[in-house]
Protein backbone atom coordinates (compact mmCIF):
# COMPACT_ATOMS: atom_id res chain seq x y z
CA UNK A 1 0.00 0.00 0.00
CA UNK A 2 1.29 2.90 -1.35
CA UNK A 3 1.45 6.60 1.37
CA UNK A 4 0.74 9.37 0.86
CA UNK A 5 3.14 11.66 -0.82
CA UNK A 6 4.66 14.99 -1.51
CA UNK A 7 6.84 17.26 -3.82
CA UNK A 8 8.54 18.69 -3.45
CA UNK A 9 10.34 18.30 -0.66
CA UNK A 10 11.73 21.75 -0.41
CA UNK A 11 10.99 25.14 -2.07
CA UNK A 12 12.50 28.73 -2.31
CA UNK A 13 10.23 31.68 -3.50
CA UNK A 14 10.51 35.25 -3.47
CA UNK A 15 7.53 37.81 -2.30
CA UNK A 16 4.54 38.19 -4.90
CA UNK A 17 5.57 34.63 -6.95
CA UNK A 18 2.81 31.92 -7.02
CA UNK A 19 3.91 28.32 -5.83
CA UNK A 20 1.91 25.00 -6.94
CA UNK A 21 2.53 22.27 -4.48
CA UNK A 22 1.27 18.53 -4.83
CA UNK A 23 -0.28 15.85 -2.93
CA UNK A 24 -0.98 12.07 -4.21
CA UNK A 25 -3.41 10.32 -1.88
CA UNK A 26 -3.06 6.79 -0.28
CA UNK A 27 -4.74 4.10 -2.23
CA UNK A 28 -8.15 4.33 -1.04
CA UNK A 29 -8.72 7.17 -0.11
CA UNK A 30 -11.09 9.51 -1.78
CA UNK A 31 -10.61 13.08 0.82
CA UNK A 32 -7.63 15.31 0.50
CA UNK A 33 -6.82 18.34 3.32
CA UNK A 34 -3.94 20.93 3.26
CA UNK A 35 -2.52 22.36 6.50
CA UNK A 36 -0.09 24.52 7.16
CA UNK A 37 2.24 24.16 10.14
CA UNK A 38 4.46 27.44 11.10
CA UNK A 39 7.73 26.23 12.85
CA UNK A 40 7.34 25.60 16.59
CA UNK A 41 3.69 25.15 16.17
CA UNK A 42 0.95 22.65 15.81
CA UNK A 43 -0.60 22.63 11.98
CA UNK A 44 -3.44 24.86 10.95
CA UNK A 45 -6.16 23.57 8.64
CA UNK A 46 -6.27 25.34 5.24
CA UNK A 47 -9.20 23.52 3.56
CA UNK A 48 -10.12 20.00 2.28
CA UNK A 49 -11.24 18.28 -0.67
CA UNK A 50 -13.64 15.59 -1.49
CA UNK A 51 -15.03 14.44 -4.87
CA UNK A 52 -13.26 17.31 -6.57
CA UNK A 53 -14.93 19.67 -4.71
CA UNK A 54 -13.84 22.02 -1.36
CA UNK A 55 -15.14 20.39 1.59
CA UNK A 56 -14.48 22.92 4.37
CA UNK A 57 -12.20 26.00 4.12
CA UNK A 58 -10.25 27.50 7.71
CA UNK A 59 -9.18 30.53 8.18
CA UNK A 60 -7.04 31.34 5.16
CA UNK A 61 -6.86 34.19 2.32
CA UNK A 62 -8.51 33.31 -1.04
CA UNK A 63 -5.01 33.21 -2.38
CA UNK A 64 -5.02 29.77 -0.81
CA UNK A 65 -6.66 27.98 -3.75
CA UNK A 66 -6.77 24.03 -4.76
CA UNK A 67 -8.01 21.51 -6.67
CA UNK A 68 -8.53 17.46 -6.43
CA UNK A 69 -8.20 15.57 -9.51
CA UNK A 70 -9.98 12.28 -10.30
CA UNK A 71 -7.86 10.28 -9.58
CA UNK A 72 -7.99 11.91 -6.43
CA UNK A 73 -4.34 13.59 -6.42
CA UNK A 74 -4.14 17.44 -5.30
CA UNK A 75 -2.43 20.54 -5.64
CA UNK A 76 -2.29 23.76 -3.35
CA UNK A 77 -1.85 27.00 -5.34
CA UNK A 78 -0.51 29.97 -3.27
CA UNK A 79 -0.43 33.54 -5.13
CA UNK A 80 1.05 36.45 -4.22
CA UNK A 81 3.80 35.17 -1.38
CA UNK A 82 4.20 36.98 1.76
CA UNK A 83 6.73 35.82 4.13
CA UNK A 84 4.87 34.67 6.49
CA UNK A 85 3.82 31.95 4.48
CA UNK A 86 7.34 30.34 5.15
CA UNK A 87 6.21 26.96 6.54
CA UNK A 88 5.76 23.40 6.23
CA UNK A 89 2.99 22.09 4.32
CA UNK A 90 1.76 19.08 5.48
CA UNK A 91 -1.38 17.01 2.88
CA UNK A 92 -3.47 14.52 4.68
CA UNK A 93 -5.75 11.49 2.94
CA UNK A 94 -8.69 10.37 4.14
CA UNK A 95 -11.89 8.38 3.31
CA UNK A 96 -14.60 10.04 4.46
CA UNK A 97 -17.45 8.03 5.89
CA UNK A 98 -20.90 8.18 5.78
CA UNK A 99 -21.56 9.40 9.29
CA UNK A 100 -18.59 12.05 8.51
CA UNK A 101 -16.00 9.86 10.43
CA UNK A 102 -12.41 9.64 9.07
CA UNK A 103 -8.68 9.37 9.95
CA UNK A 104 -6.25 11.27 8.55
CA UNK A 105 -3.14 9.96 7.25
CA UNK A 106 -0.18 12.62 6.31
CA UNK A 107 2.57 13.18 3.71
CA UNK A 108 6.18 14.22 4.67
CA UNK A 109 5.27 17.90 3.76
CA UNK A 110 6.40 20.63 1.81
CA UNK A 111 8.99 22.93 3.28
CA UNK A 112 8.81 26.58 1.56
CA UNK A 113 10.60 29.21 2.20
CA UNK A 114 9.82 32.86 1.08
CA UNK A 115 12.49 35.44 1.15
CA UNK B 1 -15.16 26.95 19.55
CA UNK B 2 -13.11 24.35 19.27
CA UNK B 3 -9.66 23.98 20.98
CA UNK B 4 -7.00 21.83 22.12
CA UNK B 5 -4.75 22.26 24.94
CA UNK B 6 -1.12 20.82 25.60
CA UNK B 7 1.37 20.26 28.17
CA UNK B 8 4.03 22.77 27.29
CA UNK B 9 7.32 21.08 26.80
CA UNK B 10 10.13 20.04 26.51
CA UNK B 11 10.11 17.08 28.53
CA UNK B 12 12.99 15.56 29.02
CA UNK B 13 12.92 11.86 30.69
CA UNK B 14 15.57 9.64 31.46
CA UNK B 15 15.27 6.01 28.98
CA UNK B 16 12.75 3.77 30.54
CA UNK B 17 11.00 6.80 32.58
CA UNK B 18 7.63 6.78 32.42
CA UNK B 19 5.52 9.72 30.19
CA UNK B 20 2.67 11.58 30.54
CA UNK B 21 1.89 14.23 27.99
CA UNK B 22 -1.24 15.90 29.27
CA UNK B 23 -4.14 16.89 26.65
CA UNK B 24 -7.28 18.31 27.03
CA UNK B 25 -10.06 19.97 24.57
CA UNK B 26 -13.09 22.14 24.28
CA UNK B 27 -15.64 20.93 22.01
CA UNK B 28 -19.38 21.04 21.20
CA UNK B 29 -20.66 17.17 20.37
CA UNK B 30 -18.66 14.57 20.83
CA UNK B 31 -15.25 14.55 18.58
CA UNK B 32 -12.85 12.50 18.09
CA UNK B 33 -9.53 12.52 19.47
CA UNK B 34 -6.11 11.87 18.21
CA UNK B 35 -2.61 11.69 18.80
CA UNK B 36 0.04 12.22 15.88
CA UNK B 37 3.70 12.66 16.57
CA UNK B 38 6.52 14.27 14.40
CA UNK B 39 10.31 13.07 14.18
CA UNK B 40 12.54 15.93 13.15
CA UNK B 41 12.22 17.02 9.87
CA UNK B 42 8.94 15.06 8.70
CA UNK B 43 5.53 14.69 8.31
CA UNK B 44 2.70 13.94 11.16
CA UNK B 45 2.22 9.92 11.49
CA UNK B 46 -0.85 8.85 13.64
CA UNK B 47 0.03 7.51 16.78
CA UNK B 48 -3.52 6.80 17.98
CA UNK B 49 -7.10 7.55 18.32
CA UNK B 50 -10.43 6.95 20.16
CA UNK B 51 -13.53 7.89 18.66
CA UNK B 52 -15.97 8.07 22.17
CA UNK B 53 -16.27 8.61 25.51
CA UNK B 54 -13.82 5.68 27.36
CA UNK B 55 -12.17 4.40 24.66
CA UNK B 56 -8.94 3.43 25.00
CA UNK B 57 -6.65 3.95 21.71
CA UNK B 58 -2.82 1.97 22.15
CA UNK B 59 0.00 1.87 19.71
CA UNK B 60 3.46 1.24 20.32
CA UNK B 61 3.38 0.90 23.50
CA UNK B 62 1.89 4.35 24.26
CA UNK B 63 -1.91 4.50 25.49
CA UNK B 64 -4.62 7.74 25.68
CA UNK B 65 -7.92 7.29 27.19
CA UNK B 66 -10.98 9.44 26.09
CA UNK B 67 -12.02 10.93 28.97
CA UNK B 68 -15.37 12.76 28.46
CA UNK B 69 -15.63 13.89 32.10
CA UNK B 70 -12.63 15.34 32.29
CA UNK B 71 -12.68 16.68 28.85
CA UNK B 72 -8.82 15.28 28.77
CA UNK B 73 -6.62 12.32 26.27
CA UNK B 74 -3.59 12.31 27.77
CA UNK B 75 -1.09 10.28 26.04
CA UNK B 76 0.94 7.69 28.49
CA UNK B 77 3.77 5.17 28.43
CA UNK B 78 5.17 2.57 30.56
CA UNK B 79 8.48 2.77 29.58
CA UNK B 80 10.75 5.28 27.38
CA UNK B 81 13.06 4.77 24.64
CA UNK B 82 15.69 7.56 23.00
CA UNK B 83 13.86 6.65 19.43
CA UNK B 84 10.51 8.25 21.04
CA UNK B 85 12.06 11.62 21.08
CA UNK B 86 10.00 13.73 18.97
CA UNK B 87 7.03 15.80 19.57
CA UNK B 88 3.98 14.87 20.07
CA UNK B 89 0.56 16.67 18.56
CA UNK B 90 -3.01 16.09 20.53
CA UNK B 91 -5.94 16.71 17.90
CA UNK B 92 -9.48 16.70 17.92
CA UNK B 93 -12.20 16.25 15.24
CA UNK B 94 -15.82 16.95 15.54
CA UNK B 95 -18.15 14.02 13.77
CA UNK B 96 -19.52 15.48 10.72
CA UNK B 97 -17.23 19.30 10.44
CA UNK B 98 -15.98 18.98 7.17
CA UNK B 99 -12.64 17.35 7.70
CA UNK B 100 -10.97 20.21 9.86
CA UNK B 101 -8.56 18.76 12.42
CA UNK B 102 -7.50 21.42 15.29
CA UNK B 103 -4.14 20.18 17.00
CA UNK B 104 -2.64 21.63 20.52
CA UNK B 105 0.59 23.56 19.93
CA UNK B 106 2.52 20.28 20.50
CA UNK B 107 5.01 18.73 22.92
CA UNK B 108 8.71 18.06 22.41
CA UNK B 109 9.63 14.74 23.97
CA UNK B 110 13.66 14.21 25.00
CA UNK B 111 14.80 11.02 25.97
CA UNK B 112 18.37 10.49 27.24
CA UNK B 113 19.76 7.37 27.44
Known amino acids: ETGVTQSPTHLIKTRGQQVTLRCSSQ?????VSWYQQALGQGPQFIFQ???????GRGNFPPRFSGLQFPNYSSELNVNALELDDSALYLC??????????????FGPGTRLLVL | GNSVTQMEGPVTLSEEAFLTINCTYTATGYPSLFWYVQYPGEGLQLLLK?????DKGSNKGFEATYRKETTSFHLEKGSVQVSDSAVYFC????????????FGQGTTLQVKP
Open chain 2, 91 to 102: ALKNTGNTGKLI
Open chain 1, 92 to 105: ASSRLGLAGEETQY
Open chain 1, 27 to 31: SGHNT
Open chain 2, 50 to 54: ATKAD
Open chain 1, 49 to 55: YYREEEN
